[in-house]
């Protein structure tokens, strides 16, 4: 309990905390867009390309403030965006491949321009390596401010624009259609998309961030078919990924903060696609047992009524045994037929012969019509 | 004149470069190119732990236990990937950042015993590689990571030159390949268990993200340029080759990280041949739309004249002025097409009278017959 307590007097742990769920809120609900459109990796591509940004920023105006880094980082996020749409719009490029290009140049780049303002005699540049692999620890209260602020800009903006957001999302030909301009529309989300990178750049760091975006919405995903639903989900996952991983790392010796949101962020993706209702994998699996034994209760059924056919009384008593050889490839059929028996569907008569109720006879009639037999 | 650690580094990276490329021109060709940025960063923990083992990046046991790593990894986003829960690039997009942050993990807390350094394996730098000789019997024998970057190209040029014809059917019609019996699953998983090998003993030189630049931007430069995947491979290699070079002294001018040079002009040359390529080249496009443009319309005006030609109404329907109502061109673009087709000898012009050569009705009928 201990931990709740300095998680409001211990200053640091307080920033980082507010600072990863901020980032996990805004990463979670924006990252809903690029998952579900199949631009998962978009992400990974625009927090590398932001290498070079934040150096040119620093070359240029020789400050280190977050809110002057985050700004050349999201040029350059979003110039690579472009970059990417256009190459492989207008030739043969297909995208995969230039993600895999726009992401490593542009580090490549943004690397040179690191070791280059490293090298120069009046280096000043400790504190720009850090957007490697972020330095939570670092933050400050003015740090927080900038990136809620930023955040909430975006998350607006994704409200006022929900219902464009959602059309382009789901079924952009039929937007295009009824005339929404859905290139600009298009822009627009991954300008958001940015926004949300690169306020996460200073904390998990360029090479994690990706994680950010694609983790929460992965796991928020399993819990709803509904995009409103989704978003919030998503959002609080990514919040709760956000502070369990700022205070494991603050507890535990030697845990960086970065790798720590994002290894918080796998366990609860792995929680939700076991647990989640409906999608997830224990789930299926109750679904699929249950169903196989209807099934395999129904065959029996069927079996006896197959056999009632035979006779003028379709309620004739049958042996056990020619009931077990029938349904012989899913074991003996006396489990079943005494299911069917609680349920009234069939009856006992003498000691190993069954024949089918009133109730039975109904119901199996009923399948076969159903069954198209 | 280049000094003898000079010729090394930029022998070592031309090999890496080579390696790489090589299994890349297939990721390319395969739409799946973002699988080697999911293994060069997932292989990680797989490194960290050979290190602890061997206590030596060059080690084949190191290299063998990390690319384990990397095919695991290719193993797992196909698990995800088959739940259907998530979309491949979402599966993709999970599992490396996890597989990376446990090596980091890893790395910060063994960092006493591991001396490993993060930004070392993220970032790479071939300038240290010629510090860890290759000494047989007190000969020395050069810098070890050119030995085993060189055993490792070698192994996937006999790869691909041994499976040309598989690769080559797995690649473009998996279908085929598998009806025939090629088994392309297998052909995939020694495709994806190479390119774990080469990420692994490429990091060391060029880092995790940049491996990416090397396998991707080659062949994607080359696929610019070619149809055919005999050239596409050589000129993967020749690209990878000239990048590595040029990368060497673009980071020796400006004192910077060589691997990051590396990448620059990976960058550059598949700039260069986005815009300048001749088939597929952004320009040539433009051009070829352009082009498309005159020849489309030369052929209206030619059919255009040959429909009046000979009939009453000739005289008034074929005259440069009539166009402009007719075929609703503008009446400078209308004089131009006139001009051109007059170069290409299609019509000749009497006043503001046209008429069509032997050669324009020719165009005329078979355009007619065409469409």
Redesign the interface.
Known sequence: MEIFQQLFTDYTLRMVAMGSATLGIVSGSLGTYA?LR????L??AIS?AALPGIAIAFLLTGSKTPIVLMAGAAAAGWLATLLIMS?TQ?????Y??????T??????????????IQ?RPEATQAGL?TF??GQAAALVRQDVITMAALGGAALILMVIFWKELKLLSFDPEFGRTIGFPIRRLDILLTTLLVIAIVIGLQTVGV??M??M???P??AG??WTDRLGVMVVISAALGAVAGVSGAVVSSTM????T???I??C??VI?LIS?LLAPN?G?IWRRIRDRRNARRLRIEAVLMNLYALGLQHADPQHPHEEAVLDVMSSESGSAVPALNRLQEQGLVVRSGATQWSLTQKGLMLADRLRKERGG | MMTQGQIEIQLITIVVAVACALPGTFL?LR????M??AIS?AILPGIVIGFFLTHDLNSPILILAASVTGVLTVMLVEVLTK?R???E??A???VF??L???G??LI??F?GDVHLD??AV??GEPAFAPFDRFVIADRDLGPRSLYVMGAVGLLNALFIAGLYKELKLATFDAGLAAALGFAPMMIHYALMTLISITAVAAFDAVGA?????L???P??TA??LTDRLGWMLGISVLVGMASAISGFW??HM????I??????M??FF?TGT?FLAPR???IA?MLRRRRNKWVFAEKMLTIHLLNHEGLAEAEQENRIAHLEEHLSWESAFARRIVKHAQDDDLVRRFDGYLELTEQGRDLARQTIVET
């Open positions: 998952v199949g631009q998962s990796l992400g990974d590398h190459v207008t030739t043969r490029i297909k995969d491949s230039m993600l895999g290009i992401l490593s140049v542009f580090f490549g780049v943004g690397l040179v321009l690191l070791t280059f090298r390596d490697l692999f090479v994690l990706s994680a975006v694609v983790a919405a992965s995903r399993q010796r030697s845990m960086p970065g790798p720590t994002v290894l962020m796998g993706v696609i999608r994998i | 390319v739409k799946m190119a973002m080697s940025d960063h739940t829960l998530f979309k690039d979402a993709i997009g999970l950042p996890i990376f942050s446990i980091v993990v910060a807390r960092a993060t930004d993220l970032l993200i940049l491996v990416v630049a396998m991707i931007g062949g994607a696929y610019l673009l980071a400006l004192d910077a990280s691997a990051g040079a590396m990448a620059t990976v960058g598949f986005y597929h080249g952004v496009a």
